[in-house]
């Protein structure tokens, strides 16, 4: 890990890439495929009874009463993001092909994420107990607004479908885990001091999704329909609107008259997607299409934010330091 550290790699995307390869070389198939399935259905729920145990639900309470904050990240989560994915299927097939396209929409409804908008706002000395409550609630919101507006706007292009019992299934595969976390939060204090295990947790339910999705595309032969072209359109669009997402939280924030630690926290959790939340999602919600294809935008669009983030934060850190030279800057980290 320090070696990746002096190097700046981040191990977590270099897992994420080492899962991919695996995936594209010895993909799962037959019994293995169905285990590996059960797997990671078990891992993704053991992930979010995690979630529920880390937050103590009187820190949430408390950081509810700061509702224009809140409101300002989930209307950027939950309305500017779906309307950017809608305003880009102009882009439809000139650079966008219609698979890509449902990949990149998709990536626009899912939740904000966890631990990175919290551990950026804390690198940029914003508001971490704001950034806890806002990117929770995201998530927790996510649960039943991911699935109703994939519902709403992918049955609107004609191109996918999700079934009403898919939601029965995201409240089963991951609601309820969470809500059990939360009731046996006293209880498993012992676990939670472990920060290796719940990372090991964290980013292995992630890293078996990942191979799950690739090694499903590699033997449905969906890779073979991505050109390098369409690779380097994907990932112009992520970028795009990653910068259309960043400028309008950052100006919007200031016309709100938020303080910097609260602007910070609008940036911050306003511009991210959850991997995390949103690769279980995909596996549940688009069961029997091409998963692989379209969680590759959202994967794209997670590194990108990921290194631009980590400049951003460093920046604000330094600012502080400047402010208050008392202050110095935290040590650079890539965060999940």
Not at 31 to 53: E, P, Q, R
Not at 100 to 116: D, H, K, M
Not at 213 to 222: C, L, N
Not at 308 to 325: G, H, N
């Amino acid at each position: 890990m320090q070696l990746f550290a002096k190097l700046r790699i981040d191990a977590f995307m270099l897992g994420i890439l080492v899962s991919v390869a695996v995936g594209a070389l010895l993909p799962a198939r037959g019994t293995a495929a169905d285990a590996l399935d059960w797997i990671t259905k078990i891992a993704i729920g053991v992930l979010f009874f995690l979630y529920g145990a880390r937050l103590a639900p009187r820190e949430a309470l408390a950081g509810l009463r700061h509702w224009r904050l809140h409101s300002s990240v989930l209307a950027v989560t939950y309305l500017l993001f779906p309307l950017i994915g809608l305003a880009l299927h102009l882009l439809v097939p000139s650079v966008l092909t219609e698979d890509l396209y449902i990949g990149v929409l998709f990536l626009c409804l899912v939740p904000s994420t966890v631990q990175s908008s919290i551990a950026f706002t804390s690198i940029a000395r914003g508001n971490v107990a704001g950034a806890v409550v806002s990117a929770s609630l995201s998530n927790l919101i996510g649960v039943f607004a991911t699935p109703l507006l994939v519902m709403l706007l992918l049955d609107t292009t004609g191109n996918a479908s999700v079934s009403p019992t898919a939601i029965l299934a995201i409240v089963v595969q991951l609601l309820l885990p969470f809500l059990a976390g939360q009731s046996l939060r006293t209880r498993m204090t012992w676990l939670l001091r472990h920060a290796t295990v719940t990372r090991a947790v964290d980013r292995g339910s992630v890293y078996l999704v990942v191979y799950a999705a690739f090694s499903a595309g590699m033997v449905e032969h969906i890779w073979s329909g991505v050109s390098p072209r369409a690779l380097a359109a994907t990932v112009a669009v992520c970028a795009g609107i990653l910068a259309i997402v960043l400028t309008v939280t950052t100006f919007g924030s200031r016309l709100l008259g938020f303080s910097r630690p609260d602007q910070i926290v609008a940036i911050f959790c306003g511009s991210k997607k959850s991997l995390a939340t949103g690769l279980p999602m995909a596996s549940v919600l688009f069961a029997g299409h091409s998963v692989g294809l379209i969680v590759l935008p959202l994967m794209v669009f997670h590194q990108i934010q990921l290194l631009t983030c980590t400049v951003l934060a460093q920046r604000y850190a330094r600012s502080a330091a400047d402010l208050q030279p008392d202050l110095a800057p935290e040590p650079s980290a890539q965060p999940a």
